[in-house]
């Protein structure tokens, strides 16, 4: 397989060969018209689609981005290994791309990581270390790769990741033809920068929305400051939406692919994941209803009388902890 000498910048082309060289290691995830239900009340006039993505092969799309990078990787480099840090989705992902290729993976977590997460990094075969914080567990991993000569994969940043998170873009556009809006759950922005480059170029029409936590609004603040930033402080439930930072490369294609970015607060994540659960049966992790808690919220009367598209992102939560969050779900009135 010939890459395109295009790869490096967000193409159609870069995107489908980016599709081809990972998707035999992937799901192709569903889709679900989600009409019925207590959702029903809640939405009005909005027809409401979901992209399933939680049912990814490491429970969340994180695969995508990591697959790209690695499945690149010359053989020696593959030999050596990989390593990252990571607050637990990218970990996992990092563990299942070593799985599936064959590739030793260390991987530094945060302390505070879901249980779960911890458990299915290892389950794949990743060797675990633990730091404090998001800096310190960076800094570990890229002494990690300096070591032992690994190869350090970024959790979010670079157009390898960018173009990986496309093909859920690709694989919407596909499945969809008549969308007005996608919306999409912004952590640093790697998602949310991939999928709106390419339904784009698809179709420049289409508005993307991006949805992150008011406790950790790196991208907003980055959009408003006309520069990334850097927050000193993230206070949300959704620790998968919680990084410090966002960067040159994913901030820039949020800024000049996405319609808008908005806020929700944790108890419309809260009362998003109950939703889900109640309606669907789905236990799904806080940073992955953010989409979902937007549509209900913030976005709802934007999006009145249109087709649109939810990505629910990530799975990654413990029982007991999808419990305590979800018994303090506000009781609200539906809105009418």
Same mark, same amino acid.
């Given at each position: 397989m010939q890459q395109p000498s295009s790869a490096i910048g967000h193409t159609l082309e870069a995107v489908a060969f980016t599709a081809q060289l990972i998707c035999p290691h992937l799901h192709r995830t569903p889709n679900l018209h989600w009409r019925h239900g207590g959702v029903q009340e809640r939405l009005g006039p909005i027809d409401l689609h979901l992209k399933l993505e939680l049912f990814q092969v490491s429970g969340s799309f994180k695969a995508r981005g990591v697959l790209s990078n690695v499945c690149r990787l010359s053989a020696d480099a593959r030999a050596r290994g990989i390593t990252g840090f990571s607050s637990g989705n990218h970990a996992v992902a990092l563990a299942y791309a070593g799985q599936a290729l064959g590739i030793p993976v260390k991987v530094a977590m945060i302390e505070t990581? @879901?249980?779960a997460r911890r458990e299915r990094a290892r389950r794949?075969? !990743?060797?675990?270390?633990?730091?404090?914080? =998001? =800096?310190? !567990?960076?800094?570990? =991993?890229? !002494? $990690?790769?300096?070591?032992?000569?690994? &190869?350090?994969?970024?959790?979010f940043e670079g157009p390898f990741s960018t173009l990986g998170t496309g093909t859920l873009g690709l694989e919407i556009h596909e499945d969809f033809n008549e969308l007005d809006a996608v919306v999409i759950a912004i952590g640093a922005g790697s998602l949310a920068g991939g999928v709106s480059a390419t339904l784009k170029l698809c179709r420049p029409e289409i508005e993307v929305f991006g949805v992150e936590p008011m406790g950790s609004d790196v991208m907003r603040r980055s959009l408003d400051a006309g520069e990334p930033v850097t927050l000193t402080q993230m206070r949300t439930i959704a620790d998968s939406?919680?990084?410090?930072? #966002?960067?040159?490369? #994913?901030?820039?294609?949020? /800024?000049? @692919?996405? #319609? +808008?970015?908005? &806020?929700?607060? +944790?108890?419309?994540? /809260?009362?998003?994941? /109950?939703?889900?659960? +109640? +309606?669907? /049966?789905?236990?799904?992790?806080?940073? *992955?209803?953010?989409? $979902?808690? *937007?549509?209900?919220?913030?976005?709802r009367s934007r999006l009145a009388g249109k087709r649109v598209l939810a990505i629910v992102c990530g799975s990654n939560i413990d029982l007991p902890m999808f419990a305590n969050i979800t018994e303090r779900a506000p009781s609200? %009135? %539906?809105?009418?």
């Open positions: 990581a @879901n249980p794949y075969g !990743a060797e675990l270390v633990f730091a404090p914080d =998001a =800096a310190s !567990a960076k800094a570990t =991993a890229e !002494a $990690i790769a300096a070591e032992s000569g690994m &190869t350090f994969v970024h959790p939406l919680a990084p410090p930072f #966002t960067g040159p490369h #994913t901030f820039a294609l949020c /800024r000049d @692919n996405l #319609t +808008d970015v908005v &806020t929700i607060d +944790d108890d419309a994540m /809260r009362e998003a994941m /109950r939703l889900v659960y +109640d +309606d669907l /049966r789905l236990v799904v992790e806080p940073g *992955g209803v953010a989409a $979902i808690a *937007g549509v209900l919220g913030p976005l609200r %009135p %539906p809105a009418l």
